[in-house]
């Protein structure tokens, strides 16, 4: 099973600073049809997930432009350019291209310091 | 508007089962490869079982093969999960979600295994 592991596990931040959450596999996610299935996911309190990135890079629909993913093979990385309140809560990334199973990164917890 | 409404979760007792429901409206459902998806009290995200669109493959999580069945019926729009020797460590709130990268979410349906 692909293990994913993201660091830090807890992430204060000041309103308008960056934040940046990374994650890594324990082998390369680059699948045989070309693409990485790498997604994230934000998680607020009290609700349920709610998906931000999937192919490493691409934003889902309604998800601010200061969310973006980056990172290939077994390295990736989630930035907020400028945290609002908003964006508390916990994020995950997620695997899906060697499964299964589909497997998740413990959850890195945003704070506002 | 795309919506998956989970039901059917409960206290159980050890050893116990339960069914558990996800009703999908605003998505042709049958076109798309379903999840369930839990996470126990104060814990993270854990894929559980999914199924095909016609419900000719399914695969589970090690821990509830042998348990849990995953199945659906397309002319309803709806998910199922049947939950059979339910354990403590099933404790947790089940979400069903669209594919297997998890684009679209219930509200979950909270399962407490207790005596």
């Known amino acids: 099973d692909v293990v994913m592991t993201q660091s830090p596990l807890s992430l204060p931040v000041t309103l308008g600073q960056p934040a940046s959450i990374s994650c890594r596999s324990s082998q390369s996610l680059v699948h045989s049809d070309g693409n990485t299935y790498l997604s994230w996911f934000q998680q607020r309190p009290g609700q349920s997930p709610r998906r931000l990135i999937y192919?490493?890079?691409n934003r889902d629909s309604g998800v601010p432009d200061r969310f973006s993913g980056s990172g290939s093979g077994t390295d990736f990385t989630l930035k907020i350019s400028s945290v609002e309140a908003e964006d508390v809560g916990v994020y995950y990334c997620m695997q899906g291209t060697h499964w299964p199973p589909l497997t998740f990164g413990g959850g890195t917890k945003v704070e506002i310091k | 508007e795309v919506q998956l409404v989970e039901s059917g979760g409960g206290l159980v007792q050890p050893g116990g089962s339960l069914r558990l429901s996800c009703a999908a409206s605003g998505v042709t459902f049958s076109s798309y490869w379903m999840s369930w998806v839990r996470q126990a009290p104060g814990k993270g995200l854990e894929w559980v079982a999914i199924?095909?669109?016609?419900?000719?493959?399914?695969y589970y999580v090690d821990s509830v093969k042998g348990r849990f069945t995953i199945s659906r019926d397309n002319a309803k729009n709806s998910l199922y999960l049947q939950m059979n020797s339910l354990r403590a460590e099933d404790t947790a709130v089940y979400y069903c979600?669209?594919?297997?990268?998890?684009?679209?979410w219930g509200q979950g349906t909270m399962v407490t295994v207790s005596s």
């Open positions: 199924i095909n669109q016609d419900g000719s493959e399914k």
């Open positions: 192919k490493v890079s």
């Open positions: 979600a669209r594919e297997g990268d998890f684009d679209i």
